[in-house]
């Protein structure tokens, strides 16, 4: 039988050129990196990476790590989803990290209980009559937060024509600012129970529950719905998109809102998980976001991605920095590899661009 074979109009189909999902070489990768890992203990630290081989726990599996694996990616990981349409979008988001610090000082103050062991609340922001609030309070005081600063990165980006970079850098300066600005610097602490069940309820599994509900909703909507064919043909061509009737400003002041919500919502995971709130929570996890999308195969230039691959991406993240922890390296060689990862993302991603051009 011939591997070529005819369609309508003399086309042929050639299954040479066929292409495999990006999710799926991502997916490849990430098995790749866990049995480099499992090589690496066998050898130097005499003990399997993800694997029970001591009979510690009720599987085959090395349940803590796995959970501290899932737990460290899943609140960057929910930051990751929203960056993931700004660069499908054409754009990028330095400002998240930022904003999870500002919405976690605000949030939490309005989230403080009245009295900590019958004394009144020595890190009280508000008088009491802003103490033992409803939780709906400071989840709504905190995606507000999220919606302002993105609805202002949008606006900018979207109305003046200031590059992404630079209207997100000054929203992140912005940003941190407020957040050392609030209680001048001092850490806000002791909520309220229902505000702490946030990041700690279901056994402490919360913060994952509400990643991977988060991932699925939005890999529905970008695939299935309006809005993701809108997002993915601006960051195609936007000149096409506008002419084809594309409200391309409002449109792209949407994906930033929806941006800084959650990363507020991230904000009020961290914040409720920690029981505190600081003003230099979010410190960098921009850049760890952005990474995440990458390495799952989101373009920087726009127009191509996926939630799914943004989740196995956060995945890959995860496991090599539990990876270099297992392996007992210093924290600042994991900083470096970080750089290294962010770096050779984009330079994979320009590869990517290049033989998808050729072919």
């Not at 509400?210 to 993915?232: D, E, N, R, S």
């Not at 590869?351 to 998808?356: D, I, T, V």
């Amino acid at each position: 039988m011939s591997e070529t074979t005819h369609g309508t109009g003399g086309l042929t189909f050639d299954a040479s050129r066929r292409v495999w999902p990006n999710e799926l070489n991502i997916f490849g990768a990430l098995v790749l990196i866990v049995l480099i890992f499992e090589v690496l203990g066998a050898l130097l630290m005499g003990q399997s990476f993800l694997f029970d081989t001591q009979g510690r726990f009720g599987s085959i599996f090395n349940e803590q790590r796995l959970y501290i694996i899932i737990l460290q990616v899943s609140i960057v990981g929910i930051i990751a989803i929203g960056v993931t349409q700004v660069i499908i979008s054409g754009g990028i988001d330095l400002s998240s990290g930022s904003v999870v610090g500002a919405t976690a000082m605000i949030a939490m103050s309005f989230a403080q209980v009245a009295e900590v062991n019958g004394h009144p609340n020595p890190k009280a922001v508000f008088g009491p009559a802003f103490m033992d609030l409803p939780v709906i309070v400071p989840v709504v005081v905190g995606l507000a937060c999220g919606l302002v600063a993105g609805l202002i990165n949008g606006l900018l980006i979207a109305y003046t024509r200031i590059p992404p970079f630079i209207a997100t850098l000054g929203m992140m300066v912005t940003a941190r600012g407020v957040a050392k600005w609030w209680s001048k610097g001092q850490p806000i602490s002791f909520p309220t129970d229902s505000y702490a069940m946030i990041g700690n309820g279901l056994g402490g599994w919360m913060p994952v529950f509400i990643f991977v509900g988060l991932a699925i909703l939005f890999q529905l909507i970008l695939k299935y719905t309006v809005y993701g064919k809108h997002t993915y043909a601006i960051g195609s061509n936007e000149d096409a998109a506008r002419m084809s009737g594309i409200k391309v400003a409002r449109h792209k002041v949407l994906v930033y809102v929806i941006a800084g919500m959650l990363a507020a919502l991230a904000a009020l995971v961290l914040s409720s998980k920690n029981l505190t709130a600081q003003a230099g929570m979010g410190v960098m996890y921009e850049l760890d976001a952005i990474a995440m999308a990458v390495i799952g195969g989101v373009s920087l230039s726009g127009g191509r991605g996926s939630v799914v691959g943004t989740v196995l991406g956060a995945l890959i993240f995860g496991v090599i920095i539990s990876g270099f922890t297992f392996l007992r390296l210093d924290a600042y060689y994991q900083e470096m590899v970080k750089g290294a990862i962010i770096v050779g993302a984009v330079v994979l991603d320009q590869y990517r661009q290049r033989f998808a051009s050729q072919r």
